[in-house]
C-alpha cells in the first residue's frame, strides 16, 4: 500500500514506461488499506499440513479458500482482495506432472463464482521485481480496473460496432460434466464498456482435431446471448456492425448460427485468427541511389498489412514502432523476429483497412497489462483467461459476469 501511493522511477522500457507518480495522482482516487477485521493470516498449522500432504496444492488450495469465505461477511467494507503468496508455498501453485491444477486459476474460479475481484501478489513475482515503477503501474492498473474503474478507452473507432470473442474450454475426460464449455466475451466499443461475457456448457458440436465447432443452434444461442448483452447495455440497441473473432475456422453451421441470430445488424465480420504460422517479413530500407536496399536493424513496422488472397492477409501486431523512442524506432522485447498474424475472413465485405485496424485497436486494451501492446487482440486474449477459469467453475449460471473478477 505505501509502495502504490508513493512515487517511483522506471528503470527499464524508458521510452514510454512514465514515472509511476502515486496512485491517487494517477488515477484521482485514494487508496488505502480496509480496516484490521478485513485481514487474516493463515495459522501457523497450514506449514505443517503442507509439507506432510502428498497433495500441498489441494491443502493449500482449501486453507485459501475458507480464509476468503470468512471474509464475506466483510464485504462492504473492501473493493480488491488482496491474497499474499510467499514463495516458500511453492510446492502449491501447480499441482503434479499431469495434473493441470494452477492455484492461480482455482482461486480466481473460487471468487470469481462469489462476484469478488482478487489481487494475487506472490513474493517472489512483484514483490521482488526490481523495476518499483512497472510493478505499481501494473498493480495499480489492475486494481482500478477491479474495483470498477475504466482505465483507458478505445480511440478513433466506429461507436456502433461491437467486437466478440469466442474460445472453448476442456474439462478433464473424467469429468462427469461436458468437456467443453464456450466461452464468448463481449468486449469493447468505442466508450470502453461491455466487458462482461457469458460462458455456458457447449452440448452440440463436432470435435475436429481436438476443436470443438458448434453446431447452428449452439452457435445461434452463443451469438443471441452475446446481443443481449450489448442491447442490455446501450438502451436496447443493435450494434451497426458485429466482428467475431476465433482461432480456429468458422464451420458452415456456425456461419448460419452467426447470421441467423445478428441478422439485425447492418454488417458482420467472422475474422478466425491464426497465431502460428511459417510467414515471416524482412524490412528492406533504401540505400541512397542504390537500385537494391538492404535488410535494416529493426523488424517490419507493426500494423505491416500484406494480402494473400481476398480471404485471408497477415498482420503484424508486433514489430517496430515509431515516436515513442528518441532513437526513432522501437521493438517492444528486441528479441527474435516477430510473427505476423493470420487473418481469414469467414464472412464479411471490404477492405482488410478496417479489420486489421480493429485488431491493432483491440491489442492495446488489456487493462492487466502495462506493455505497450500485446501481440493478440483482446478480444482472443481475454477469452483464453476465462476459458481457463471458467472450466474450474462448479456451476457456470446463467447470469454473465464481468471479466474484472477473472483478471
Known sequence: MKQ????????ERREYLPEWPGFHRVFGLHMKG???????????????????????????????????????????????LFIYLPQRWEAGFVGKAGDDFDLHDHLKAATAARRLPIQIVREDKALSYPCRA???????????????????????????TAYIGISYAQRPVESDRPRFVTCCSQVFDAEGSGLEFVAYDAHEFDLQRDNPFLSRTEMFRVMTRSMDLYRRRHAGRTPRRVMVHKTTEFKREEVDGCMEALHLCEAVDLVQIVESVGWRGVRIDPQGGATRGAAAGYPVARGTLVGLSPRECLLWTHGD???ISDRGAYFQGSRSTPVPLRLVRHAGHG???????????????????DALYD??????????????VVKRMRGLGSAPYQFRFFM
Open 4 to 11: 502504490l501511493n508513493s512515487s517511483h522511477q522506471p528503470i
Open 34 to 80: 480496509a480496516g484490521g477485521a478485513c485481514h487474516v493470516e493463515l495459522d501457523s498449522s497450514v506449514e505443517g499440513e503442507f509439507q506432510d500432504s502428498s497433495t500441498p496444492q489441494i491443502v493449500l488450495a482449501d486453507r485459501l479458500v475458507r480464509a476468503v469465505q470468512a471474509l464475506e461477511t466483510r464485504r462492504p467494507d473492501f473493493d480488491v
Open 134 to 160: 512497472s510493478v505499481m503501474w501494473r498493480v495499480g492498473l489492475a486494481l482500478y480496473a477491479k474495483a470498477g474503474g475504466v482505465p483507458w478507452k478505445l480511440a478513433d473507432v466506429d461507436p456502433e
Open 321 to 323: 514502432v515509431r515516436g
Open 351 to 369: 477492405t482488410w483497412d478496417d479489420a486489421a485496424r480493429a485488431v491493432l485497436a483491440l491489442s492495446k486494451m488489456d487493462w492487466n497489462n
Open 375 to 388: 501481440p493478440l487482440p483482446v478480444t482472443l486474449g481475454y477469452s483464453k483467461v476465462l476459458a481457463r
